[in-house]
Structure formats: C-alpha cells, structure tokens
C-alpha cells in the first residue's frame, strides 16, 4: 500500500534519520526508541532473505473468530444505516452485553448507561482514559516490566511515571507505600494488569482487597488491566478487582475480546466501572471517534451473548501449546516456566547466554535459530534478563522452533567463543 505519489509505503517503519527528524515535537521526546522495532526490522529481512522465521514475539493471535460471531458481521454488514457513524461509548445492546458478562463472570452489576464505555480495543481505552484524567506533571504508578501502553499512555499526555514491581506480592504493598511517601506530586492512579502482559502472573481475589484498600485510604485510582481473564489453564478463573465490595468507587477495569474471541484486528474493548471515570473517558471519545463500525459492535455483542464453547476450545489449545512448548524446549536446553493463565510465557535468558541483554539474545536467535521473540527490556528496565514468548504458533511450529533451538544451542561453543562470553555448561 502506497501513500501519496512518490512517497514510501504507509506500513513501512521509519528510518533512524526519519527518527531524529520527528525528535523536535513535544511528545515523540518523551517516547523511548521502540524496542521491538528492532527485533521486526531483522525479523523482516530474515524473512526477506528467505528463513522461516517461527514467530513467538507478538501476542497476535492466531486462531479464527468463532464463526458465529463472524456469519453476525455478515449477516449486519451492508444493512440500512449500518454504514452510517456509530454510537462513540459503543451501541446500546453491546454495553448491556458487556453488562451481563460481568455479571455471569464475576457477579458485578454494572449499569450499561453509565459504567459502560466500548473503546476500540483496551489499548485505546487506556490510552484515551490517560488522556482524560492526566494533567502536565501527575505521577502515576505503573508495573515494571508492563505492557508498554501503561507508561507510554500516561507519558503521551504530560504524565510521570514512577515504577512499582509487577508481581502482586506482599513486597508490592510496601513499594506501594514507599512510592506515595516520595512522589510529588501525589500519586493520582495505579496500574495493574492481571492476568499479566509480560510476565503471565495471576493476582488473588485477596491481594485486590488490599488494593482497593490502600487506593481508598490515598484516594486515588485504579486502573485495571484484565485482557486475559478468559486466558487460564487451570480451575481458577483470574479474578476482576471489581469483585471487591466497594472498588467501583474508585476503579475502571479494561478489557477486550481480542484474546477471548481471537478478534484483535476487529479492535473492540471495554473499559467499565467507576461512573466519574467512565464519563470521562467517554467525553474524550466523543471529540476523537464515532465508534467502531456498527457491524462489528453488533458481532461483538453476538460473542458476548452467545455460547462459550469457542471460549473453552480457545483455553484446550493455547493450554496444549503451553505444556508442547514447554517440554519441547526443555529438551531444547532452555527451561521455560509454565504460565497458569495468560498466551504469554515469561522466560529468563539461558544461563549460557546471561551475559548478552535481552535484546542482543533477541536477536541472536533470528539470526541463528529462525525463532522470534519480545525481549524483556521492551517491556521496562525490569524486564531485562527475560523474553516473552507468545503461543500464537501451533504445536508443530513449537516444536519446530525447539528444535532449532537445540541445533542452535549445541553449536553455540563452536561458533559464537568469539563474538559473546558463554557460560560453561552446567
């Protein structure tokens, strides 16, 4: 796809030189370089030059949307009117759908005129709630690592950020408190996102009592991030924070179907919960977007209303995935820990290879063993030491990809004593 007569493509990434010409503007300075552009750019010639690159670094996925929730798009599109500008907080009968999921899921009543807000996936969502609550100067706390969206968000619209752990433990409430004493101003919100994107940590119903307790004794927000609550392999459903009584007071909760339904592209989310909150972002939304296209808000509320058996097929397959990746790439010499929930395993870089960064193994392993991966430093300084990989390859393709680990792995001595210091084997 080209732009305008002589230009570049649209989809192509900008070039370095491009970069420091955009450095000029107020809030590209106060964005980092993307990390895992570096890791596409290889990829990308990897696959120019003809590899067959297994690629486990973007959560993309890769199963079909249930084909009910698709023959409803069909079935919608091209009606009277539908092509027409939407409703910007989403139509009426999909946030009474949203409504009554939270309602079956966590026994959480939500009023789906007022604490009810469709976004154009949760990305947006967060983004935009930024926007709307952030004045120039606000702190406010985000995970590290995090899903690049909850600091970058806040960064875009004049915020600061200061860092607290990810992982919902009792040291997480003293960083907590550590974090409100030194920050000036006063901490205005904090982020969570359980189940997690790195680092596919689950929180505890209990650890979002002490959440909204010390939200409510500080007085600020909560943000929460549950994209993948549907995502889990076990027989315990990851909780929403809303199910604490008394959190609605201060707390929106976003979520999407891109995961539970495999509709990423389809871009619709949900944010959903404090009534002030919700208003707010909403206000932002209607000088910004009309909505998504009615057909797919109609779909969306068909998922939402529908059966769940595509749901429950999504969690066998991404649960088989985990348990192939697992064993195959321990075979492989590399011991990746299992995840309980989320499409994400959160893996520390092999002891033999500890003295290059996330990146540098990143892109090593493009290079020499055709597997892609999202290094951990993309996602903060923390996540420096990991990679995150996602299931979004089928068994085959894992397997595929621990074994070419494992060539990769028992030809590193021979081939790599000269460019990075390798551990001796254990």
Same mark, same amino acid.
């Given at each position: 796809?080209?732009?305008?007569?002589?230009?570049?493509?649209?989809?192509?990434?900008? /070039?370095?030189?491009?970069?420091?010409?955009?450095?000029?503007?107020?809030?590209?300075?106060?964005?980092?370089?993307?990390?895992?552009?570096?890791?596409?750019?290889?990829?990308?010639?990897?696959?120019?030059?003809?590899?067959?690159?297994?690629?486990?670094?973007?959560?993309?996925?890769?199963?079909?949307?249930?084909?009910?929730?698709?023959?409803?798009?069909?079935?919608?599109?091209?009606?009277?009117?539908?092509?027409?500008? /939407?409703?910007?907080?989403?139509?009426?009968?999909?946030?009474?759908?949203?409504?009554?999921?939270?309602?079956?899921?966590?026994?959480?009543?939500?009023?789906?005129?007022?604490?009810?807000?469709?976004?154009?996936?949760?990305?947006?969502?967060?983004?935009?709630?930024?926007?709307?609550?952030?004045?120039?100067?606000?702190?406010?706390?985000?995970?590290?690592?995090?899903?690049?969206?909850?600091?970058?968000?806040?960064?875009?619209?004049?915020?600061?950020?200061?860092?607290?752990? /990810?992982?919902?433990?009792?040291?997480?409430?003293?960083?907590?408190?550590?974090?409100?004493?030194?920050?000036?101003?006063?901490?205005?919100?904090?982020?969570?996102?359980?189940?997690?994107?790195?680092?596919?940590?689950?929180?505890?119903?209990?650890?979002?009592?002490?959440?909204?307790?010390?939200?409510?004794?500080?007085?600020?927000?909560?943000?929460?991030?549950?994209?993948?609550?549907?995502?889990?392999?076990?027989?315990?459903?990851?909780?929403?924070?809303?199910?604490?009584?008394?959190?609605?007071?201060?707390?929106?909760?976003?979520?999407?179907?891109?995961?539970?339904?495999?509709?990423?592209?389809?871009?619709?989310?949900?944010?959903?919960?404090?009534?002030?909150?919700?208003?707010?972002?909403?206000?932002?939304?209607?000088?910004?977007?009309?909505?998504?296209?009615?057909?797919?808000?109609?779909?969306?509320?068909?998922?939402?209303?529908?059966?769940?058996?595509?749901?429950?097929?999504?969690?066998?397959?991404?649960?088989?995935?985990?348990?192939?990746?697992?064993?195959?790439?321990?075979?492989?010499?590399?011991?990746?820990?299992?995840?309980?929930?989320?499409?994400?395993?959160?893996?520390?870089?092999?002891?033999?290879?500890?003295?290059?960064?996330?990146?540098?193994?990143?892109?090593?392993?493009?290079?020499?063993?055709?597997?892609?991966?999202?290094?951990?430093?993309?996602?903060?300084?923390?996540?420096?030491?990991?990679?995150?990989?996602?299931?979004?390859?089928?068994?085959?393709?894992?397997?595929?990809?621990?074994?070419?680990?494992?060539?990769?792995?028992?030809?590193?001595?021979?081939?790599?004593?000269?460019?990075?210091?390798?551990?001796?084997?254990?």
């Amino acid at each position: 796809m080209f732009g305008e007569a002589g230009r570049k493509p649209l989809d192509s990434s900008p /070039s370095e030189s491009e970069w420091i010409e955009m450095s000029d503007f107020y809030r590209i300075k106060r964005l980092p370089p993307y990390v895992f552009e570096q890791v596409n750019r290889l990829k990308a010639k990897a696959r120019a030059g003809g590899a067959d690159i297994i690629d486990m670094g973007m959560g993309n996925p890769d199963l079909p949307a249930p084909k009910h929730v698709v023959d409803k798009l069909v079935e919608t599109a091209g009606r009277p009117r539908t092509d027409r500008y /939407s409703a910007s907080k989403g139509i009426a009968g999909l946030r009474r759908a949203q409504a009554g999921y939270y309602g079956r899921r966590f026994g959480v009543k939500l009023d789906p005129e007022t604490q009810v807000i469709a976004t154009l996936g949760s990305k947006e969502g967060f983004a935009n709630m930024a926007q709307a609550i952030t004045a120039p100067g606000d702190v406010v706390l985000v995970p590290n690592p995090s899903y690049p969206i909850h600091a970058f968000g806040f960064l875009m619209a004049g915020g600061v950020i200061r860092s607290v752990p /990810s992982a919902p433990t009792p040291d997480y409430f003293s960083a907590l408190e550590r974090a409100m004493i030194h920050s000036i101003p006063k901490p205005i919100a904090v982020i969570v996102c359980y189940p997690s994107n790195p680092t596919a940590e689950v929180a505890s119903l209990d650890f979002y009592k002490d959440l909204v307790a010390f939200a409510k004794k500080h007085d600020i927000f909560i943000l929460s991030d549950l994209a993948y609550a549907e995502v889990f392999f076990d027989d315990h459903p990851p909780p929403s924070v809303l199910q604490v009584p008394g959190a609605i007071d201060v707390t929106v909760e976003f979520t999407s179907m891109s995961k539970t339904f495999s509709m990423a592209g389809w871009r619709m989310g949900f944010a959903v919960g404090n009534e002030r909150l919700c208003a707010a972002l909403g206000r932002v939304k209607s000088y910004l977007d009309y909505g998504a296209f009615t057909p797919i808000q109609v779909a969306a509320t068909a998922a939402l209303n529908g059966p769940d058996d595509c749901v429950k097929e999504m969690r066998a397959i991404y649960k088989k995935r985990r348990d192939v990746m697992v064993e195959s790439f321990a075979q492989a010499g590399w011991q990746i820990p299992s995840p309980s929930a989320s499409m994400f395993a959160w893996a520390p870089v092999p002891e033999r290879f500890r003295a290059l960064s996330s990146l540098e193994f990143s892109k090593l392993l493009i290079e020499k063993a055709d597997v892609a991966v999202a290094p951990g430093e993309g996602f903060g300084e923390h996540g420096e030491g990991y990679l995150r990989l996602a299931l979004v390859e089928n068994e085959q393709r894992i397997r595929q990809a621990a074994r070419n680990l494992r060539r990769f792995f028992d030809s590193a001595d021979q081939h790599l004593h000269n460019v990075v210091p390798l551990a001796a084997r254990g």
